[in-house]
């Protein structure tokens, strides 16, 4: 106090010395106050719409095309096209697109996205769109999912210091949040007006968008330089490989999603079997959910001072806790109260897990280990949804969400225990620089 007020009487008042307000003061400007960045939000705010609202139009359209006793396993093969094929397209581009900076490597998937989609509604129209043609036009555009997340992330580590990587991360997530809370219902209002098929033509005119956007507000010369690599195509797992943490933090995340995905089994079954209510009830619940995990993405910023390693953690044995209600039978409201705090606690999880993998790798190999991160967990949930069935036709279906919950807590518990242990074993070579 002493010092402020000979700093004032002497006239030379600072900026370091004027207590920072709001906006100023809040984790989450110097991203939004980034030049770069700042150009490429909106276009990534309209393109997670279109993915919003697509999660509802490609299982829909699968509906209209498959017979109807085919429907149920053309829905499933739908949605799993338009997320699994992301794991051949780390391997078989790893070696052309290691080492590219963010912004090719997020434009190229868009890029991608956009024109088979919109191929799509053409042979729709043209009276060609067959089940297989639409399975397949969808494989082919989630080629590039893996490398455009890894694109993301990769942009964020270029453009901001190491310190604002976890509020980047975090505007990125509650991006997703916001588009997950809108673009369903949106998206079922125009099902309804035009059909699903046009849902998804305007899913593809947004990845059109954000395409632009990255070779428009992204300028040749303001792109970092890619890094000359000879790497394989299995490069980033190999750095995964042989960093203990890397490797530790991949198997958290997996395993994490992994014991979540019977809950999308469970769930519906659960309030229509057991508590014998109508799909409104599950919208209720999901909506629940996606609101918790958008006050939960606004909080992440506020945790860059955490030791991350413990919150990560932290997260997957909080969000075991706040299933508990579901699988005990709790009454509705209490039940629906945990899931939004479900979501709260599930939402900063990407960001800081990201935020690790930022700060333990290099420019160099970075997108190659963000790629490979990607493809390995964009198929722990649909893994352990086909688990869910065999689940539930067991256990029953709060049975199996009570199992869910205690299986998270106890993943969760051993995770802490392996931490601590790799934090007391002496230093073997790990990379990583928290």
Known sequence: MLSLLLVVSSGRMTPATVVRRFPYSSPYWPVLSNS???????????????????????????????SPGQRGLWVAIAVAAYTVPSVVGTLVFGRVLGGRNGAQLAGWDATLRAGTLAAIPVAYLFGALSLGLYVTLLAVSSLLHSWG???????IAEVLPVRDHLAGNAVLGIIAEMATIGGPPLAGLLISWGGAIWVIAIDAA???????????????ADRPAPAQTGASRTAGFGVIRRNR?????????????????PVYVALPLY????????????GTYYMAFGAGALVGGLTVGYLRRRPLWVVTIGIVVGFGL???PLGLGAPVSLSLLSFAIGGAVWAPYMPTSMA?????????????VLAANGAVTVVAVPAGTMLGGPLVSALGAHETLLFCAIAIIAFGVIATGLTVLHRLAPPVGDTERE
Do not use: C, K
Not at 245 to 261: D, I, K, Q, W
């Open 322 to 324: 706040t299933m508990l």
């Open 149 to 155: 997340s890894a694109g993301r992330y990769t942009l």
């Open 271 to 282: 309030i229509t079997d057991e508590l014998h209510a109508s799909a409104t009830l599950l």
């Open 206 to 220: 947004t990845f059109a968008v954000l395409a632009l956007t990255y070779r428009l507000a992204v300028p040749a």
């Open 245 to 261: 943490s890397l490797l530790g933090l991949l198997t958290l995340s997996f395993g994490f999603f992994f014991l979540f995905g």
């Open 36 to 66: 770069l960045l700042r150009r490429i939000l909106p276009g990534l705010t309209v393109s997670a719409l279109g993915d919003g609202m697509a999660v509802v139009a490609v299982s829909w359209l699968a509906l209209q095309l498959a």
């Open 356 to 368: 690790l993998f930022q700060r333990s790798t290099t420019a160099a190999n970075r997108p190659q």
